[in-house]
């Protein structure tokens, strides 16, 4: 006996135990030995299609099938004794093949594997076959009518290719995620922006320091800037200019917490003669194998983004259409004063001294890296729009803004300029009252293109 685990298309992992046998089939002067699995049950029948037709064609080539009973009615065929695995097809073929019309001829010891099409004449009934593993105790074959209950299944398979565009039904820990953000989300009146909790796994584990890692880390990547002063330079602007913009803030190193958890940082090259660089922190860098990462104890979030298909064709209804997106959107999602501080990081005064005095850093707003931060923006935005949608003047754009929102992307289309104009700044005017502006934009109306650029919105 063997344990054995079998697991069809989207099913559980069923493990039971089952017999196995070795078949030898003696051929020539060697022996062909199959490890075989045996099981309740087998498929009666192989269901064919337009049998005689496809005879004639191999009869006309003078071939002659092993199996005489192929073409027999259901009835009188001899049952299924075996099912031969992929993994001992290659050990029964012989090389090269045949052609007989549209059918190929594979050579085997016990004959021709006949494969190919099949040649058959227009059908009234449109059939399927399904080969299912159902369960570890049944192996179904099923032939079924083209009828609602294939045309379901079909539907959940094309589906699968909409995973993160859709998101009509939500699973029970995101459905509590959403709801969890909804009752801690806070709009700060004296920043004018919305202040966000880190969406926590149940029962959070205790993260570790990672300081002394994190030290080693920031050296080893500083002693690398030694041979390049204009990249070390570019870093520290970065970081100096986000300090300066609020999203990230100096700790007190005397301010000692219990809980604190440190990131790993680095730098990636980008073709820009103005930024060439881009700082990106790693929420998933651990301390060995079994350690834990910050992305480790953060759920993801559900998938609440505009279904990307109704974004696209809406785009393509009228004569005049504008893009833009936000600026630096993710930054601009504060979060609450108890999750910073497992957003910290360190940096030295002094780059170029190694025994400089250290600055440590944390986030205050959400973070490129972060599993989570896709998800707090969109639902930081959409949470913005609701409660602007409150005001009935305003009840109309904002459905529009909806329906053109992909997560920090908006487009709008209209078949005349002047609306164009008035609900690109409109929804400007919306989105700055969460500190959110719109930056950039591609239009194919030159008007406004020229008033954009004379009237931006800060």
Known sequence: MEKIALRGYLTSKPVNEYETVSVFIPYKSRLIIMDCIVVDELPEYTKKFNVKRNLKTLYKTKICLADKDFDLPVDKQAPIDMLVGVNNVYNILHPGFRKAGKLILLPTIFGYFVTGSCNAPPMQETHVTVLKLATNEELIEATHKFDSDIRNDLDILWNLDKVGIDCNELKEHDR???????STILY??????????????SNKPRLPSNFGMALGRVKQQCAKFQKDEAYLNHYQKILKDQEDRGFIERVDKNNSVENCHFLAHHSVQKDSATTPIRIVFDCSWRQGKNGLSLNDCLWTGPHITTDLLKVLLQF?????????????????????EEDRNYTRFLWLQDPTDPNSELIIYRFRVALFGATCSPFLLNATIKSHLAAVRKDSSCTEMVDMMKRGLYLDNLQFTSNSEDELINLFFGANKIFAQAHLYLKEWTSNSDLLNTVADAYRIK
């Open 188 to 201: 700060s009146e004296m920043e004018k922006q919305y202040v966000v909790a880190l969406p926590w796994k």
């Open 176 to 182: 509590k995620v959403l709801e969890d953000f909804e």
């Open 316 to 336: 393509r209804t009228n004569n005049y259409a504008c893009i833009s997106d936000i600026e630096k959107a993710f930054l601009m999602v504060q979060l609450r």
